[in-house]
């Protein structure tokens, strides 16, 4: 079983880019599709994007594609979300996920913990 770990969050302020990693403690990435999520205090879970196993296709929300591009590197077994033109509203605990289904399903299974990420204006 694969066991997820998100990095890369912080304080940053509005207009800043930052990359979050996900990373496998136990298992490997590479035979999954991998989602990011998020969720503000009192939202519910918010899908952003996906990317399928080869990082070759993706999937976005409209409300981040503009601004947000996920990718992967199966040599060194990460997944990444490059968020730039960061805003307020962005402000969120971001996760990474294993998917069974498509990048266009929601058949999410295996979570990290977070990473918190917070905007200030």
């Known amino acids: 079983q694969v066991q997820l770990v998100e990095s890369g969050g912080g304080l940053v302020q509005a207009g800043d880019s930052l990359r979050l990693s996900c990373a496998a403690s136990?298992?490997?990435?590479?035979?999954?599709?991998i989602g990011w999520f998020r969720q503000a205090p009192g939202k519910g879970r918010e899908f952003l994007g996906a990317i399928n196993w080869g990082g070759f296709r993706t999937n976005y929300a409209d409300s981040v594609k503009d601004r947000f591009t996920i990718s992967r590197n199966n040599a060194e077994d990460t997944v990444y979300l490059q968020m730039n033109n960061l805003k307020p509203e962005d402000t969120a605990k971001y996760f990474c996920?294993?998917?069974?289904?498509?990048?266009?399903?929601?058949?999410?299974?295996?979570w990290g913990q977070g990473t918190q990420v917070t905007v200030s204006t």
């Open positions: 136990e298992g490997s990435l590479r035979d999954y599709i």
């Open positions: 996920a294993t998917n069974r289904g498509t990048i266009t399903t929601m058949t999410y299974e295996h």
